[in-house]
């Protein structure tokens, strides 16, 4: 069997494959625009350090077993459309994802189709059983992308994070185990 570091994902409009080296100029390119940094903690302005960086730590997680980050690529096109992470807490057996995705590739089911994907990873691969993701309340879009997947809105936690020049809130998503498994037969 593949070891989950090394595991590309097959969704219905994409393929999630590892994060590499070799994606570091897509990464610079997309997440470079301002809006991609108001929604998420990449850094604006988005340099080639910053995109090397990021594609670094990104593989030591996965050396690691710390995380998995994957580039998602368009299966009709093969276009590079974004990233998403989940990031583990195994002693609690749960995870954190995270993710943006290219602002020409908005408004397509990417970002649906590539979280639908890693909650099956996180739940069948990584045995996990609770998967959480949170999102600023300027950016509905990520909220209504968590609930299409399956995600229960938990809350929002106020003045949560620090992000750019303040304490912003965030709003929480999770789905458990019992829950996508219960919806999995439900759809079959």
Not at 106 to 119: F, I, N, P, S, V
Request: net charge positive; hydrophobic share 45%; proline share 5%.
């Amino acid at each position: 069997m593949t070891p989950p570091r090394e595991r590309i994902l097959e969704a219905e409009l994409l393929r999630l494959r590892p994060l590499a080296l070799e994606h570091s100029g897509e990464v610079l390119r997309y997440a470079a625009a301002k809006a991609i940094a108001d929604n998420t903690f990449v850094p604006h302005p988005y340099s080639a350090e910053d995109a090397a960086e990021f594609i670094s730590k990104t593989l030591s997680a996965r050396a690691e077993d710390e995380g998995y980050t994957f580039a998602l690529i368009a299966r009709a096109s093969g276009a590079f459309v974004g990233c998403m992470g989940i990031h583990l807490n195994p002693a609690h057996r749960r995870a954190e994802v995270g993710y943006w995705i290219g602002v020409p590739f908005w408004g397509r089911g990417y970002a649906t189709d590539a979280l639908r994907r890693l909650l099956r990873f996180g739940f069948e691969a990584l045995a996990l059983n609770r998967i959480e993701a949170g999102h600023f309340p300027q950016n509905p879009a990520s909220g209504r992308v968590m609930r299409k997947a399956g995600m229960r809105a938990e809350g929002l936690r106020r003045g949560y994070v620090w992000h750019r020049d303040g304490f912003k809130d965030v709003e929480y998503y999770a789905i458990l185990r019992a829950e996508w498994e219960a919806e999995r037969v439900a759809n079959m």
